[in-house]
């Protein structure tokens, strides 16, 4: 196998796998549902939406985009457009680095999943 197809096998592993950590989140008193959709032309969003008891959407996502000779990697937390944590978008050449930086960024959603949920429904109470 070419390097190149090394590296969109790893990138598929590394995006299954940040799939399944934030699918693996869950609230007792929250329904989720998990996505995963392609982002033209060459990118890829997956994440977990949550549905809070008064009806607002609480999105937790990670994104790749790739462009040119770089790697474009964000994440996001943010509540009917509110942004609740802001993985800033990184930028790198390298398909090794842009794994890592995917796996840091669901690590850090999956890590804060469970606060932000609880603070958004201290505030319906």
Known sequence: ???ESLAAAG?????????EILAELRHPFVRSRSFTYFLP?????TGILFTLPDGREVRF???????????HVDGVA????DVLLDLSRRT????????AVLDDYAGELAGEA?????????EIV
């Open 1 to 3: 196998m070419d390097s």
């Open 11 to 19: 990138l598929l592993a590394a995006l299954s796998r940040v799939a």
């Open 61 to 71: 996502a990670v994104s790749v985009i790739a462009s040119g000779d770089a790697f």
């Open 92 to 99: 790198t050449p390298d398909i090794h680095a842009c794994l």
């Open 41 to 45: 032309p060459a990118g890829a969003r």
């Open 78 to 81: 943010e509540a009917e457009g």
């Open 114 to 122: 469970g606060r932000l949920i609880e603070e958004l429904l201290d």
